[in-house]
Structures are given as structure tokens and as C-alpha cells.
């Protein structure tokens, strides 16, 4: 049991800010390829790269851009993301790819002349609520350093399912009903994503020329293609003629960067995740370290660590005070001085976890204080055979992101603003809240929940991610439990799924993970709990037993995706 093994205080806790992460092990031997993403053209475009002799990166491109085409609920060239790269001598670094603020930008921009925030949800809906994308980079920057093959190569068959379209599905038919009133709203979105204002049947043909030639632009011309010249112009115009405050030099100025991965040791298992601007690796490292720091059978030491009670209120005790700190003190670390060393300092989470009681709720209020206060996304897992690996998150943020397509270029833009924290204290759609550090300012990026993460252990390698909103990092920690508890892949992505999130103070979950019985106990311990009404999540995971070379992948049977595994010789 994970949760029982752990050391009492280990000594092997440490969390590293560095580039290339710890000393390599083993390299691995040749063998498998594997693609799991959440559509199954997009893993078949990932196989073929691999195929035709494309290493782990160029399979990655060419999966990301057709998830751009066929899921346009969920990310695209309107969005960004993070890319974590791996080498076979486990080098690993993150590239980061999220939406940056307009220089036009101000930190008040989504508030009335009250102060209070906009009632028409400005910071969802429209070309206001967009961050000037990072995707198209991603594809630029990451073929130029790290792949094999020509870019055209790796976007060819995302041009042509643009050209030719692709039939609706029951993912796509859900997410844009959810959205259609906001789709409606907007010409070019209708006329591509609707018909006759009304989600089209699944079945349908959906077709993006404007798209298609935009891909060929950047197949063609590379980071130019997109950030500067024609379609620069015509994206800026399209968005300015929609009201929205994008200027050409925002798109001349935008940068990819490469971040030092976080990198955790916990037992024997190595994480390589996401540093800031996103907040999962932090709150990764916070929630493994807790538990070495206090753990479960410190807590409950006449309690078997698989009791389903006992271990919901331990790890939600957890996750609730790694999501308080995020509330905090995370945000863009271009902008914002993040206290990382204080954070991660095994003396301060022993501390965080010395006021959890058995048996008792911890009121998320009571957590004021220990500090001073400084302050619909999809997933691919792909390893190639030589042990090349990337996991990458992206994302335009809600369903068809602010539903505003620029006509001119066949992109949907994002929401990816809502990220910041529009008004300290103020939930987002996600129902998070922030404060000063993830403040809008111009070029800064939001914080983000997205936590692509690899892991090796003594036995294992796991490749890891889902979209979910806030719920990502709490559904990546899950995972990651059930990995080093020695689940199949096929189980760990199936798993119900619950989430505390600091506020709301209550334990979100599926409407299947607790039985009666279990809420009551849970109940009685002072939880609020909330079942969402639905399953999310949509989980990539790809497995390797380090002794025999077995490789085994999931895609979460919540979506539609596809999950393939073909052996090397
Ligand atoms: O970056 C973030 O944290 C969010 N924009 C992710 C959104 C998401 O996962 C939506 N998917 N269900």
C-alpha cells in the first residue's frame, strides 16, 4: 500500500528545481511504442509519425495538431499548453507554451464601475476572455529542437482532416450544447461548429478550410506563419473588429519558454512535472511531501491503508492544504516572486499536517495564517522505442474556449484569462480562487491547474495527464497512487474520482465513488460532500515495467479516446 509504506521521515524527500532533472539510471532498453490521447485519429496520426521514423516529439506534434481539428472543445491553435519532454537518459524539461496577457491588458478588465465583476462574463465568453495563444509555438518551437521530420510532415494530417472534415461525436455534441448559446453568438462559429444555430447531429461532417490553410501557413513558414504576416494581420483585425484588444506586436512578442521541471523523489519513484506558471507540480511535491512528512499510518495506525474512509479523509486533509497554498502564492513566475524553497521545505508541510486530526474535517478557514500572505483541455502520452517520452496538456480552457472563432483564420480563440484571478477572492469557473500572484498584468501568464507528469519507480514508468479544470492535480495525485500501488493502466484511469480544492470546502466527486455508508462515515467526520453529477476527467496513461519491458496504456473511459501499444524488434 502506498500509503502505509511510506518512510516515517525520509530522507529521500527532496524536491529539485533543475534542468534535466536527477542523475540518470538505466537508459531504456528498445522497445515499444505508445500513443494514448483522446481522440483516436489523433493517436493514429502519433503511430504513423512513429512509423515513419519520427521519434516520441514528432509524434507528440503530430497527435497535438490533430486533437487541434477533431477536438475544438478542447484545445487547438487558439490555445496553449505544457509540453514535458524526456530523453532516454531521463534529461527532461518542460516547455511552456501558455497564453500570455495583451499588452492592452489591465488588471481590472473583467469589472464594472462598481468594482464588481462584468455580469456578461467577459472573461469567458468573446475575444476579450482570449490570451494570445501558445500552441502554434509549441508546434514551431518543439519540431526545430527536438524532432526528426520536416513540420509539414508532422501537421499533414491535421491539414488534411481540416480540408476533409471529421464526423461529430457524442464528446463533441455534449460540450457544444453546453456552449451552443455562446456559440451562437458569433458568426464564423456558428457557421462552422452549428447548424442552423443547433448542434449538429453526431454523425455530421465538420470541415475547417480557414483552418486548414492557417496549418499550412505554419507547415510552410514555421513560428512565422502564424505570429507575423497574413494570418497574424488577419487574426488581429478579426478579433479587434469583434471588440476584443489583441494588437499585432502581442503576437510578434510572444515567447515559448523552457522551465526546469519540478522534479519529486518519493520511496523509490522519481516525478518529473510542472513547474509554474502552472500550479500542479508544486502542489504535487507539497501533497507527496505531506504525506512523508505525517503519514497515513502515523495518523491512523490501527487502520489499514486501503480503508476507503479513512484514506479519503487523509488525502483530502492533503490536498485541501496544497490547494490553500496555490490560492496564495502562485502565479506567472516571470511576474511573481514564488517562496518554492519555503514551500516545499519538509519542516513547513510536517507543520501544515501537524493540525490534521483523525476523525475530523479541518475546516478550510482554519488554515489562515500559518504564512504570512505574500502575497475542456485534452492530454497525449506518447514514448517512442528508443525511450524518448512527452506528456503534454492543452488547452483552450471551457468547452470551445470563448466560442469566438476568428473567420479569417479558422482558429478558435481561448479563455484561458479567466485563469487569473479577475478580483481577489473571486471564484473562477473552476471555482478557484487567487489573489495578488495571479493578478492580470500585460504578457503575464495565468495560473494553471494542467500537470502533464512522468514517473519512474523501481518498477514502473508512467507517462500521465488529464484536462479537468482545477481538478487535474488532485486526478494526476490519484493516478499516481494507484501507479505506485501497482494498478494496471486499465484501472488506474477507471478509478471514481473525488477532489477538495481548499474552497469550496467541501470533497467533489463522481457520482459512483462513495457508497452510502461511506458518506455518512465521511459525514459524520464533519465533510461537506458534493457529488458533481457527472464523470470527468479524461486520463492518457502509458505504463512500462522496468524488469520485463511490458508496455501497457489507457485511455479514461470517460472519453472517446484511444490508447495503442505496438512492439518494436
Ligand atoms: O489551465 C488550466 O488550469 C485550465 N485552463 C484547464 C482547463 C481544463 O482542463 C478544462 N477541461 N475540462
Given at each position: 500500500?502506498?500509503?502505509?509504506?511510506?518512510?516515517?521521515?525520509?530522507?529521500?524527500?527532496?524536491?529539485?528545481?533543475?534542468?534535466?532533472?536527477?542523475?540518470?539510471?538505466?537508459?531504456?532498453?528498445?522497445?515499444?511504442?505508445?500513443?494514448?490521447?483522446?481522440?483516436?485519429?489523433?493517436?493514429?496520426?502519433?503511430?504513423?509519425?512513429?512509423?515513419?521514423?519520427?521519434?516520441?516529439?514528432?509524434?507528440?506534434?503530430?497527435?497535438?495538431?490533430?486533437?487541434?481539428?477533431?477536438?475544438?472543445?478542447?484545445?487547438?491553435?487558439?490555445?496553449?499548453?505544457?509540453?514535458?519532454?524526456?530523453?532516454?537518459?531521463?534529461?527532461?524539461?518542460?516547455?511552456?507554451?501558455?497564453?500570455?496577457?495583451?499588452?492592452a491588458s489591465t488588471r481590472d478588465m473583467y469589472l464594472?464601475?462598481?468594482?464588481?465583476?462584468?455580469?456578461?462574463?467577459?472573461?469567458?465568453?468573446?475575444?476579450?476572455?482570449?490570451?494570445?495563444?501558445?500552441?502554434?509555438?509549441?508546434?514551431?518551437?518543439?519540431?526545430?529542437?527536438?524532432?526528426?521530420?520536416?513540420?509539414?510532415?508532422?501537421?499533414?494530417?491535421?491539414?488534411?482532416?481540416?480540408?476533409?472534415?471529421?464526423?461529430?461525436?457524442?464528446?463533441?455534441?455534449?460540450?457544444?450544447?453546453?456552449?451552443?448559446?455562446?456559440?451562437?453568438?458569433?458568426?464564423?462559429?456558428?457557421?462552422?461548429?452549428?447548424?442552423?444555430?443547433?448542434?449538429?447531429?453526431?454523425?455530421?461532417?465538420?470541415?475547417?478550410?480557414?483552418?486548414?490553410?492557417?496549418?499550412?501557413?505554419?507547415?510552410?513558414?514555421?513560428?512565422?506563419?502564424?505570429?507575423?504576416?497574413?494570418?497574424?494581420?488577419?487574426?488581429?483585425?478579426?478579433?479587434?473588429?469583434?471588440?476584443?484588444?489583441?494588437?499585432?506586436?502581442?503576437?510578434?512578442?510572444?515567447?515559448?519558454?523552457?522551465?526546469?521541471?519540478?522534479?519529486?523523489?518519493?520511496?523509490?519513484?522519481?516525478?518529473?512535472?510542472?513547474?509554474?506558471?502552472?500550479?500542479?507540480?508544486?502542489?504535487?511535491?507539497?501533497?507527496?511531501?505531506?504525506?512523508?512528512?505525517?503519514?497515513?499510518?502515523?495518523?491512523?495506525?490501527?487502520?489499514?491503508?486501503?480503508?476507503?474512509?479513512?484514506?479519503?479523509?487523509?488525502?483530502?486533509?492533503?490536498?485541501?492544504?496544497?490547494?490553500?497554498?496555490?490560492?496564495?502564492?502562485?502565479?506567472?513566475?516571470?511576474?511573481?516572486?514564488?517562496?518554492?524553497?519555503?514551500?516545499?521545505?519538509?519542516?513547513?508541510?510536517?507543520?501544515?499536517?501537524?493540525?490534521?486530526?483523525?476523525?475530523?474535517?479541518?475546516?478550510?478557514?482554519?488554515?489562515?495564517?500559518?504564512?504570512?500572505?505574500?502575497?475542456?483541455?485534452?492530454?497525449?502520452?506518447?514514448?517512442?522505442?528508443?525511450?524518448?517520452?512527452?506528456?503534454?496538456?492543452?488547452?483552450?480552457?471551457?468547452?470551445?474556449?470563448?466560442?469566438?472563432?476568428?473567420?479569417?483564420?479558422?482558429?478558435?480563440?481561448?479563455?484561458?484569462?479567466?485563469d487569473f484571478a479577475i478580483k481577489p477572492g473571486v471564484?473562477?469557473?473552476?471555482?478557484?480562487?487567487?489573489?495578488?500572484?495571479?493578478?492580470?498584468?500585460?504578457?503575464?501568464?495565468?495560473?494553471?491547474?494542467?500537470?502533464?507528469?512522468?514517473?519512474?519507480?523501481?518498477?514502473?514508468?508512467?507517462?500521465?495527464?488529464?484536462?479537468?479544470?482545477?481538478?487535474?492535480?488532485?486526478?494526476?495525485?490519484?493516478?499516481?497512487?494507484?501507479?505506485?500501488?501497482?494498478?494496471?493502466?486499465?484501472?488506474?484511469?477507471?478509478?471514481?474520482?473525488?477532489?477538495?480544492?481548499?474552497?469550496?470546502?467541501?470533497?467533489?466527486?463522481?457520482?459512483?465513488?462513495?457508497?452510502?455508508?461511506?458518506?455518512?462515515?465521511?459525514?459524520?467526520?464533519?465533510?461537506?460532500?458534493?457529488?458533481?453529477?457527472?464523470?470527468?476527467?479524461?486520463?492518457?496513461?502509458?505504463?512500462?515495467?522496468?524488469?520485463?519491458?511490458?508496455?501497457?496504456?489507457?485511455?479514461?473511459?470517460?472519453?472517446?479516446?484511444?490508447?495503442?501499444?505496438?512492439?518494436?524488434?
Amino acid at each position: 500500500m502506498t500509503l502505509a509504506r511510506t518512510p516515517r521521515i525520509s530522507i529521500l524527500f527532496t524536491v529539485l528545481l533543475l534542468l534535466g532533472g536527477c542523475a540518470a539510471t538505466n537508459p531504456q532498453q528498445p522497445g515499444s511504442l505508445a500513443v494514448a490521447s483522446a481522440h483516436p485519429l489523433a493517436t493514429q496520426a502519433g503511430l504513423r509519425a512513429l512509423e515513419a521514423g519520427g521519434n516520441a516529439f514528432d509524434a507528440a506534434i503530430a497527435t497535438a495538431a490533430v486533437l487541434s481539428v477533431v477536438e475544438p472543445y478542447s484545445a487547438g491553435l487558439g490555445g496553449g499548453g505544457f509540453w514535458l519532454l524526456q530523453q532516454p537518459d531521463q534529461q527532461t524539461t518542460l516547455v511552456d507554451a501558455r497564453e500570455k496577457a495583451p499588452a492592452a491588458s489591465t488588471r481590472d478588465m473583467y469589472l464594472d464601475a462598481n468594482g464588481e465583476v462584468h455580469p456578461d462574463k467577459l472573461s469567458i465568453n468573446g475575444p476579450l476572455a482570449a490570451g494570445i495563444p501558445g500552441q502554434p509555438g509549441a508546434f514551431a518551437y518543439i519540431n526545430e529542437h527536438y524532432a526528426e521530420r520536416p513540420l509539414r510532415a508532422n501537421l499533414q494530417d491535421a491539414i488534411r482532416i481540416a480540408r476533409q472534415g471529421f464526423h461529430v461525436d457524442q464528446r463533441y455534441h455534449e460540450l457544444a450544447e453546453w456552449r451552443r448559446e455562446v456559440m451562437q453568438r458569433y458568426p464564423a462559429t456558428r457557421q462552422t461548429f452549428l447548424v442552423d444555430g443547433k448542434v449538429p447531429p453526431v454523425g455530421a461532417l465538420i470541415r475547417q478550410p480557414a483552418l486548414a490553410d492557417t496549418l499550412e501557413a505554419l507547415a510552410d513558414r514555421g513560428w512565422d506563419g502564424f505570429y507575423d504576416g497574413p494570418v497574424a494581420q488577419q487574426l488581429v483585425s478579426d478579433v479587434q473588429a469583434a471588440g476584443g484588444i489583441w494588437q499585432l506586436q502581442d503576437l510578434k512578442d510572444y515567447t515559448i519558454v523552457e522551465r526546469q521541471p519540478v522534479v519529486i523523489h518519493y520511496d523509490d519513484a522519481t516525478l518529473w512535472t510542472t513547474p509554474p506558471p502552472s500550479s500542479g507540480g508544486i502542489a504535487l511535491a507539497q501533497m507527496f511531501g505531506m504525506m512523508q512528512q505525517r503519514p497515513f499510518d502515523e495518523v491512523f495506525p490501527d487502520t489499514p491503508a486501503d480503508d476507503p474512509v479513512a484514506r479519503t479523509h487523509y488525502l483530502v486533509e492533503v490536498m485541501r492544504r496544497a490547494y490553500r497554498d496555490r490560492a496564495i502564492y502562485l502565479g506567472d513566475p516571470d511576474y511573481t516572486d514564488i517562496p518554492v524553497k519555503h514551500l516545499l521545505d519538509p519542516a513547513y508541510l510536517g507543520k501544515r499536517m501537524a493540525n490534521l486530526k483523525p476523525g475530523q474535517a479541518t475546516p478550510s478557514q482554519s488554515l489562515e495564517g500559518d504564512l504570512d500572505s505574500g502575497t475542456h483541455t485534452t492530454h497525449l502520452s506518447v514514448m517512442d522505442a528508443d525511450g524518448r517520452k512527452v506528456s503534454a496538456t492543452l488547452s483552450i480552457n471551457l468547452p470551445f474556449g470563448s466560442a469566438f472563432l476568428s473567420s479569417g483564420t479558422g482558429v478558435l480563440l481561448n479563455d484561458e484569462m479567466d485563469d487569473f484571478a479577475i478580483k481577489p477572492g473571486v471564484p473562477n469557473a473552476y471555482g478557484l480562487v487567487g489573489g495578488e500572484a495571479n493578478s492580470i498584468a500585460p504578457g503575464k501568464r495565468p495560473l494553471s491547474s494542467m500537470t502533464p507528469t512522468i514517473m519512474t519507480s523501481d518498477d514502473r514508468t508512467a507517462i500521465i495527464g488529464t484536462p479537468g479544470g482545477s481538478r487535474i492535480i488532485t486526478m494526476v495525485y490519484l493516478g499516481l497512487l494507484d501507479v505506485l500501488d501497482g494498478k494496471s493502466a486499465e484501472a488506474t484511469v477507471s478509478d471514481p474520482r473525488f477532489h477538495h480544492q481548499y474552497l469550496p470546502d467541501v470533497i467533489q466527486h463522481e457520482p459512483d465513488t462513495f457508497t452510502p455508508e461511506q458518506k455518512t462515515a465521511l459525514e459524520a467526520m464533519g465533510y461537506e460532500l458534493r457529488d458533481v453529477g457527472r464523470h470527468y476527467g479524461n486520463m492518457q496513461l502509458i505504463l512500462r515495467d522496468r524488469e520485463s519491458g511490458e508496455t501497457t496504456a489507457a485511455a479514461d473511459p470517460r472519453g472517446i479516446g484511444q490508447a495503442v501499444v505496438k512492439p518494436v524488434r
